[in-house]
């Protein structure tokens, strides 16, 4: 597929896709969507891919939301049948880790697609904020839902009902970004981050993410036997034979699905 407003490449083990509509703040539209919707699926049969990272082209945004001008065509259909929402859980799903590279402002949509990925790196003087309560809407993208589990339900609600911006330093200090970097450093970063995860077992961070992610939406006990579970498949596993050994013998483990 040719993409028209984004950009997708594999540098090393990292897929990048890059909003690209600067002109526009990187604003989402369906466009967007369904090439960003491609490109996951494309970087998820690439065997050299073992990360994604989402940012915004034009060093001045990451990405401004959804595109208003599709906003007011929206009906009540729209609102049942969600494809951002729908696009988002996928990439919260995603079996390869995913890192947000936020470059800017990340507000509405943007946000939401930020906290829909498993780790969010921000550069100095981005900002963020879930602001469709001005626009007479809430956000619908699983805004609601990853911030209040993200930064606590209290912070989100006020988050939300106000709309307001928060700087880099702010998101840092209640967990809504991982990491604040200057600009320049952003995706050194990144990809520094990425390899510190891709030397480890990739069985055991598939099984990690899965545990946390279905755990979290449990009760303790489920999830901790979610945990057991997880650990006896890989107690079983090439991966962890291959790790302890490496440990034993102080050498770097060669695992064989990385």
């Known amino acids: 597929m040719e993409y028209t407003l984004i950009q997708a490449e594999v540098s090393g083990r990292l897929g990048i896709i890059t909003i690209n509509r600067p002109e526009s703040r990187n604003a989402l539209n369906q466009v967007v969507l369904d090439e960003i919707a491609h490109a996951l699926e494309a970087f998820a049969a690439d065997e050299q891919v073992g990360t994604v990272v989402f940012t915004g082209a034009g060093g001045k945004s990451f990405i401004a939301g959804a595109d208003i001008n599709q906003l007011v065509r929206k009906t009540m259909l729209d609102g049942l049948a969600p494809k951002m929402q729908q696009l988002y859980d996928a990439i919260e799903e995603y079996e390869k880790p995913t890192i947000a590279a936020i ?9 939401e697609l930020a906290m829909a990925c498993d ?3 921000a550069a100095e003087g981005s900002r963020f904020a879930l602001p469709e309560t001005s626009l007479g809407i809430i956000p619908g993208a699983g805004g609601t839902q990853r911030l209040s589990r993200l930064v606590g339900k209290g912070r ?3 988050l939300i009902l106000t709309g307001r911006l928060v700087e880099a330093a702010e998101a840092e200090s209640i967990g809504l970004v991982t990491d604040v970097v200057p600009a320049a450093e952003l995706m050194e970063k990144v990809s520094a981050t990425a390899e510190t ?3 480890k077992g990739p069985l ?3 099984m990690a993410k899965l545990v946390v992610r279905h755990g979290f939406e449990t009760d303790q ?3 901790l036997l979610l945990e057991r579970l997880a650990q ?3 107690y079983t596993s090439e991966d962890k034979a291959e790790g302890t050994s490496a440990f034993l013998e102080k050498r770097p483990a060669n695992y064989q699905g990385k």
């Open 103 to 111: 470059n800017g402002f990340a507000l509405g949509g943007g946000l």
């Open 119 to 121: 780790i969010r790196i």
């Open 156 to 158: 989100a609600v006020e």
């Open 197 to 199: 995860i891709l030397a």
């Open 204 to 206: 055991a961070v598939r």
């Open 221 to 223: 006990r489920t999830g």
């Open 232 to 234: 006896s498949l890989l």
